[in-house]
Structures are given as C-alpha cells and as structure tokens.
C-alpha cells in the first residue's frame, strides 16, 4: 500500500521533470521514511540518486516496502495536467497494476490511471569514486556557464585548476569561458587535493542544469581527472544526485 498528498504541484513536479532528463523507465522503491530511485540513463552515461523524505508530502501512507516501476516521462505527462490550486492524491493499485492521481479542487475531482511496469530485475550498483576536488556553487552561475559554453561546442571541460574552478569549451563557432576564483561570491567553496578536469558531452549537463536548477539553489561539483563528475544539487528536503560519465579522447 502506498498512497501520498501534494497540496503544492510544482515542487514535486519540477523533481520528476529533473528525473526525467536522463531517465525513461524507473523503479521506486518506498518505505515508510521515504521514496527512493536509483536509476542509469539507456546509454549508460548518466546516473541519478533521488530520495524524498515522507516529511516532503502533505501526507504519506507506506506499508511495507513496495516498488513502483513507471514510465517517467509519460507520468510526468499527467503531472503537467495539474493545476496549481489543486489537491493532489497519487496512489498505487497493485492489484489493477495502475498508478492513480486523483486531483480535487472544490466540488470537481479529476482521475488519472496509468500502468505500472514490470519490475527491474537490474539491479543498479552505487558509484565508488575517489574525488580529487570538490566546488559547492550557486546552482544558476553554474547552469548559465553550461548554456554558454552550449553556444559554441558539444562538449564542455570542468575544471578545478588552483584554487580556481573552470569551464570552458571551444568549437567552430568560437569558444566561451568561465572561471570563479576562491572567494568569490557564486562559488562558496573549492577544496582541492590535486588540480583535475575532464570533458562532458553538453546535451547532458545542459537538461540537467536546466531541470535541477528549478528545485536548487546549490550545487555540488566533484570531479577527479578523465572520471565521472559527481553534481549533487541541494534540495530544501530530500536528495537529488547525478554522475556522468567523461567523453575520452575529445
């Protein structure tokens, strides 16, 4: 059994939208303290760690620990038929293998079924990265570098170069820049053992940033040279975590 309420829509659907960027099909699994979702991207080259504490809903009923796989984008779908000043009800049928969102606003009540799929068998392991550096920054000057550098390339190098973080990219049409030195007033904090980069394939961190930037004010970069970069934007309640992998030999 398993059964929330959301008085306020656009929270919890600007977590989903973010989600939904880099997933197509993904399974929950609820207990009664939270809603979990681990999950990878069809290629394999982003992953996302997404857990949101009982207390972010109105209400929350779970019992025991069932799991719920969906298609994300198709339920993201019906969340955008929500208005704002509706109540919302998302309940989980495992006998008709339907997800239901009940949506009530005064005297009118609207109902929407979706199915629920077939559980993962695949079980997806957590990252284990030894981070050389770290930069905590705000989540906005770090997604406007990231359309920057969109202007110019497909792909983006993050750096951390001193005690200066970097991003960059260079492509026919020109190249675009950033740099934040240690202390200044978007980057919040730069710890470095040793100077690192690596390049990313843009079209992903520009939806990431893009969607998780609605929900968070700041980010967490992790980043060790030619691995995975490791972006934890922070939530008011609850976890929100991508890894992505580096394009080699750009």
Same mark, same amino acid.
Not at 10 to 39: C, H, T, W, Y
Not at 40 to 57: G, I, K, Q, T, Y
Not at 59 to 77: A, D, M, Q, T, V
Not at 112 to 131: A, G, N, T
């Given at each position: ?137 705000? $989540?906005? /000057?770090?997604? &406007?570098? =990231?359309?920057? *550098?969109?202007?110019? +390339?497909?792909? !983006? ?43 990313? $394939?843009? /079209?992903?961190? &520009?939806? =990431?940033?893009? *969607?998780?930037?609605? +929900?968070?004010? !700041? ?32």
């Amino acid at each position: 059994m398993f059964e929330v309420e959301v008085s306020r829509i656009d929270p919890f659907r600007n977590l989903i939208k973010a989600l939904s960027v880099i997933v197509e099909e993904g399974m929950f699994v609820m207990n009664e303290a939270q809603v979990k979702l681990l999950a990878m991207d069809p290629s394999h080259v982003a992953m996302v760690d997404f857990e949101l504490p009982a207390d972010f809903f109105d209400s929350y009923k779970c019992e025991g620990e069932p799991r719920l796989s969906i298609n994300i984008k198709e339920f993201l779908k019906f969340l955008d038929r929500v208005d704002k000043d509706e109540e919302t009800w998302i309940r989980l049928d495992e006998e008709k293998a339907r997800l239901i969102i009940l949506c009530k606003r005064g005297g009118h009540s609207r109902r929407f079924e979706m199915p629920i799929l077939e559980p993962i068998d695949e079980e997806v392991p957590q990252p284990k990265i030894f981070f050389k550096a770290k930069a905590r920054i705000i $989540t906005d /000057s770090l997604r &406007n570098s =990231i359309r920057d *550098a969109n202007l110019v +390339s497909e792909h !983006v190098k993050v750096a951390v170069e001193g005690e200066m973080l970097k991003i960059s990219a260079t492509g026919d049409m020109g190249s675009a820049h950033s740099e934040w030195e240690k202390g200044s007033d978007d980057l919040i904090e730069l710890k470095s053992e040793e100077d690192s980069s690596a390049t990313f $394939t843009l /079209s992903y961190l &520009n939806e =990431i940033t893009n *969607a998780a930037g609605s +929900s968070s004010e !700041v980010a967490t970069i992790e980043l060790s040279t030619d691995m995975p970069i490791k972006m934890d934007f922070e939530l008011p309640k609850g976890k929100l975590v991508y890894y992505l992998a580096p394009c080699i030999g750009v």
